[in-house]
Structure formats: C-alpha cells, structure tokens
C-alpha cells in the first residue's frame, strides 16, 4: 500500500486517508511544519500497525499525537463518519490523544465525525483525551468514543483533556476516564 496519500492538504482537496500508514505520514507532516494540512478519512483505521502494546514480535509502539507543544496544528479534519480502532498511547509527555497539541490564536480548527473503538490510553503527564489532549480555538463534533480507557494524571478526558475557545458538540465519550488529579 502506498504510504502516501491522495489530495494535497488543503480544505478543497484533504488528503485521502485510507489506512494507518496514512495516518500516520499525516501525523508526520503535520510534525514537520505543514501545521495547515488538512485531512478526511476514507476508511475505517485499525491503529494496530502503527502503535501498540507490547509483545514478543513487535515491541513497544505508542501513537506519537497529531500536533506537538513544538509543532501545533489547526488545520481542518473530516473523520467522515469512520472509526478508528486500537489506538494505544503509553507516554509521559504533554499533550496526548490523536492530536495532541491543537491552536492557533486567529485560525480556528475543526475535526469532526469521527468513532473510536478500543481505545487504550495511559499518561503520566497532564493533558490527556482520546481525540485531543490539549485544543485552543477549535470547532469539535461528532466525536464518539465507544470502547476502551483511558487513564491519566491531570486534564484527563474522553473526548479532550483540556480546551480553550473551543465549541464541542453532538461529541458522546462512553468509557472510563480515570485520573490522579484534578480535572478528570
């Protein structure tokens, strides 16, 4: 399969994801300073592939977020009604979940529509969600989490660990969220 996906990142023609690897060079994009790109998932994503516990054959893989406290995001992402499934994150870093680290001061970002399943998600550190750890002016919706947990220390969340300026809506988290702190 090609690691590369189709489109060009803008709003009018997102990148076509289509599989982990896509994800994951998205993630990688992003992280190297095209923190505009945009995104829409054209299939379900099994994360397995590209993070997961650990085992005999394929170590320790956690998902590096979408959007660093180095590199932040905000850029437009449709999960057009898909689900993602097994994403694992072990970190001790800030600013944890699919993305990690989403703002901007002018520019509002959106990520919707998008289902999670088996989600396991642990972190020493603060700001932890399964879609975001940390959003500043950003329009989320449609985000359901179904399966899984998720288990932090503080701004802990289903959806979100901690936001700013942001607009959530139509969003359910049905797991446990458990933290050592405050703001669970």
């Known amino acids: 399969t090609n690691v590369v996906p189709t489109g060009v990142g803008t709003t009018e023609s997102p990148y076509l994801i289509k599989n982990a690897k896509h994800l994951a060079w998205f993630r990688d994009k992003v992280n190297g300073g095209n923190n505009t790109a945009c995104a829409r998932l054209e299939a ?61 001061s002018t520019i509002r970002a959106t990520i919707k529509d998008i289902i999670f399943e088996n989600v396991n998600i642990k972190n020493s550190n603060i700001n932890l969600g399964v879609l975001v750890g940390y959003a500043y002016n950003a329009d989320i919706s449609g985000i359901v989490v179904n399966s899984g947990s998720v288990n932090g220390n503080m701004n802990v969340g289903g959806i979100a660990g901690l936001t700013s300026n942001v607009e959530l809506s139509d969003c359910i988290n049905r797991i446990d969220v458990t933290g050592d702190d405050n703001y669970v």
């Open 44 to 104: 379900d994503i099994d994360m397995s592939s590209v993070c997961h516990a650990a085992n005999a054959a394929n170590g320790v893989l956690s998902w590096i977020p979408i959007g660093r406290k180095t590199q932040n995001w905000y850029g437009t992402f449709d999960g057009n009604n898909k689900t993602i499934s097994n994403l694992y994150i072990n970190s001790s870093e800030l600013h944890q979940g699919l993305f990690g680290y989403v703002y901007n």
